[in-house]
């Protein structure tokens, strides 16, 4: 299994400012997603982060809003960039867990809720 | 394309009550079926899963079949308590990296 930590846990921020999310893993792991769940909703997954490469994002989700670094094995951060109240949401990071020939349940973080006045 | 579909909630049961969730899914394969759940406050996390038909995954008292055809994967428990008060999430995923694909997800209340 892997632990996931995330940073902020909760902010709440202003209209038109940024917001960088931090998202640590204590084992090293491929690929890590960033999820976005709105109040009530289920998941929506916004990227996928792969180590040396760009994200790669789903339909409905730019690099310019939701920008993505993943330097290392271990880390990863998601920019919210230019926040509206509409961006109020949980975000939360995961891996997947590789089992010998597929991958498998995803791990999640414990989130991080914000909130945009 | 794919898909999961759960019954809609929320779910309120006292406790020891029979509990169960519907989860039917679509999809162009075989995929691997999942159960989260997610405590209040808290990430999601694994609660059981099923890689192949007629695997039935099993924890902490909840139980699911993968049943290939009826394409359903329903959540159940015999006896609930207060303490599994959460949302919970039916998923699908395929081998070789392929995204997982949640359901709406079904909100439980149980009360003492």
């Known amino acids: 299994s892997a632990v996931i930590s995330q940073k902020p846990s909760r902010d709440i921020c202003q209209r038109g400012t940024s917001l960088t999310i931090q998202c640590q893993v204590d084992s090293q792991v491929t690929m890590m997603f960033w999820y976005r769940q709105q109040p009530g909703q289920s998941l929506t997954l916004i990227a996928t982060a792969n180590q040396g490469s760009e994200a790669t994002y789903e339909s409905g989700f730019v690099i310019d809003k939701f920008p993505i670094s993943r330097p290392n094995l271990t880390f990863s951060t998601l920019t919210v960039s230019n926040m509206s109240p509409e961006d109020s949401s949980i975000y939360l990071c995961?891996?997947?867990?590789?089992?010998?020939?597929?991958?498998?349940?995803?791990?999640f973080g414990p989130g991080t809720r914000l909130t945009v006045l | 394309g794919n898909s999961v579909t759960q019954m809609e909630g929320p779910v309120t049961l006292s406790e020891e009550a029979f509990l169960t969730i519907n989860c039917t899914y679509t999809a162009t394969g075989y995929p691997s079926l999942f159960w989260y759940v997610q405590y209040p406050g808290e990430g999601l996390q694994l609660l059981l899963k099923?890689?192949?038909?007629?695997d039935k995954g099993s924890n902490k008292g909840f139980e699911a079949t993968y049943r290939k055809e009826t394409t359903s994967f329903h959540l159940e428990k015999g006896s609930v308590q207060v303490s599994d008060s959460a949302v919970y999430f039916c998923?699908?995923?395929?081998?070789?990296?392929?995204?997982?694909?949640f359901g709406a997800g079904t909100r439980l209340f149980v009360k003492a």
């Open positions: 995961s891996v997947e867990n590789w089992a010998g020939d597929s991958y498998n349940e995803q791990f």
């Open positions: 998923a699908l995923t395929f081998s070789g990296g392929f995204k997982t694909i």
């Open positions: 099923a890689t192949k038909a007629d």
